[in-house]
Each structure stands twice: as structure tokens, then as C-alpha cells.
């Protein structure tokens, strides 16, 4: 490939050779900007073909999790602040959402953890598209916000009352800033956080919500039902780390007949097949008990 990349090169600039007579007084040697742009476009080439996409080299996970106990009542919320608009809204406690149909646990964040470079998928590159945490309602929307490094979060204000955004980072500089009404507060990140970092409205006590910074985009937060998906991960084995808000990492998921037991919420998965489905992920609802 690089054999090629260079012929190619060559093969440009020599369209550019001296030549006789008047040619050869404004053509005799190429120039530097035409060399560069050369170069720039054999780098780019090497580039494009190192990372070219082969659909056997990526895989996805997947997985549902669900709450084994009895299951919590979401409990009205005491408003203290600007009753006449949020005591209006009827707001219920989001710390532990279990679907009553089908018990699925909402809000676990699942994410890919390592302490070298993960390679990323050529259609997940980008990040330039701005990420969205708005004020509605008098709650954040949505509550878990997957983010990368280098990534704009744009913070806005939905709601006829003021609110602020107070961002507790580890790793990076913490604010706490008013939210303007005209235009969206936009923030990035440039490490990476080792877990979620909080969020909370210092206006409204009540309000939170959680950030989870990486480097790469393979982080996921479970729905309703408890599903989560992560696509276009490299093949290999890698370390995923479990969390929610109310247990913080996950210690144990049962898997089938196993009971996985996760050290600071990691389980190592050999991701070599196409997909890997784990299926359904059953919590120890112990850990979700608020006195324990």
C-alpha cells in the first residue's frame, strides 16, 4: 500500500518536470505549495486505505437489564423552588426507573474501558455534531448523556424560569453557570472521565442529571426495557464497565446460570463474533436499596 501511495506520488510530480523553452521558464521546477498539496493528498490516501472499512473487523453488543425485586414506586418529587411553574408539572423521582411490565432498568450506563487508544469506527469519526442537555420542564433532558472528548455539549433553557448548570468533573474543570435564555451554553471536554460526573441545577435542587465523557464513541445507556446497544466496536477483548446512578457500579450481573462478579463494574468480553448478545442481565436488587 505504501509502495503504491509513493508511486503515485511520483507518478504526479513527474507530470510536472522540467521542460524546454518557454515552458521550462515558468514550469522548470514544481512549486512548494503543489508539493505540499502532493503530499497532503498521498498522506490522506494512506490514511483513507489503513482505515478502510472491513465489516469482519467491528462488532456490536447487546443486552437487556432487568430488576429482579420489588419494584420501586416513583415518588412525587417536593418542589421548593418556583412552585407557580415546576410544582405544576407533577415530578417524580427518576434516581430508579423499573419498567412495571417488563422490569426493565433504566438509566445503566454501559461503556467501553481502556487505558490504551481504542480504534474507532471510520462512521463514528466525527464529532462535530453538537450533543443536547436542555432544561424542560424543570428537569434535565435526558438525564444520562453519552459525550466525547473534543465534543460541544450544548446546554439550553426550555423553560420560562431561570436554571443553571453545575457540572461536577473529576478530570476536567468543573463550572456552574447560568443558562441564557438566547443562546445555548456550550462547554467541552477534553479528558476523559473515569465514571459518570454529576450534574445538578443549583437553582433547583431536585434537578440532576449525569455526563459520561470518553474518548471513543462506545458508551450506551439502557431504555425503558432495559436494552442497550453499542455498534461498530474493534474485535477483540475489551473491558466494559456497568453503573447506575443509585448503586454506582454494578457488583454482580447473572448471566444465564452465572452470576458474573465485576470488579468496579468490568467484565471482559471476547468480541470476535459479529454481535455478541448477552441477553438478559439480571441486577442484585440489593444494591439498589438506599440504606445499604
Not at 147 to 154: K, S
Request: proline share 6%; with cysteine.
Amino acid at each position: 500500500m505504501l509502495r503504491s501511495v509513493c508511486g503515485l506520488w511520483l507518478f504526479s510530480f513527474s507530470q510536472d518536470r522540467p521542460k524546454f523553452g518557454i515552458q521550462a521558464a515558468n514550469n522548470g521546477v514544481p512549486s512548494s505549495r503543489r508539493v505540499l498539496r502532493l503530499v497532503r493528498a498521498a498522506l490522506l490516501l494512506a490514511i483513507f486505505s489503513w482505515t478502510s472499512v472491513n465489516s469482519e473487523d467491528w462488532t456490536s453488543l447487546k443486552g437487556r437489564i432487568i430488576f429482579p425485586g420489588e419494584i420501586p414506586e416513583q415518588t412525587p418529587l417536593v418542589i421548593t423552588r418556583d412552585e407557580e411553574v415546576c410544582g405544576e408539572l407533577g415530578l417524580l423521582d427518576e434516581t430508579l426507573i423499573v419498567n412495571r411490565q417488563n422490569r426493565g432498568l433504566q438509566n445503566v450506563v454501559v461503556w467501553l474501558s481502556s487505558k490504551t487508544e481504542v480504534p474507532v469506527h471510520p462512521s463514528l469519526a466525527d464529532v462535530s455534531k453538537p450533543v443536547q442537555l436542555d432544561n424542560k420542564g424543570c428537569r434535565f433532558v435526558p438525564r444520562i448523556v453519552p459525550i466525547r472528548t473534543g465534543q460541544v455539549l450544548q446546554c439550553t433553557n426550555a423553560d420560562p424560569v431561570s436554571h443553571n448548570v453545575a457540572v461536577y468533573a473529576r478530570r476536567n474543570q468543573p463550572f456552574s453557570i447560568i443558562v441564557p435564555k438566547a443562546t445555548p451554553l456550550e462547554r467541552r471536554f477534553h479528558r476523559e472521565e473515569l465514571k459518570p460526573i454529576r450534574v445538578d441545577c443549583s437553582i433547583h435542587a431536585w434537578m440532576r442529571a449525569y455526563l459520561v465523557v470518553t474518548e471513543h464513541p462506545y458508551a450506551a445507556v439502557t431504555d425503558k426495557d432495559g436494552h442497550f446497544t453499542i455498534k461498530n466496536i474493534p474485535q477483540g477483548k475489551w473491558q466494559f464497565r456497568f453503573w447506575h446512578e443509585t448503586s454506582d457500579y454494578l457488583k454482580t450481573l447473572k448471566y444465564g446460570t452465572q452470576t458474573m462478579e465485576l470488579a468496579r463494574g468490568t467484565w471482559e468480553l471476547d468480541m470476535n463474533a459479529a454481535e455478541l448478545d448477552l441477553g438478559e442481565l439480571t441486577v442484585d436488587d440489593r444494591q439498589f436499596l438506599t440504606d445499604q
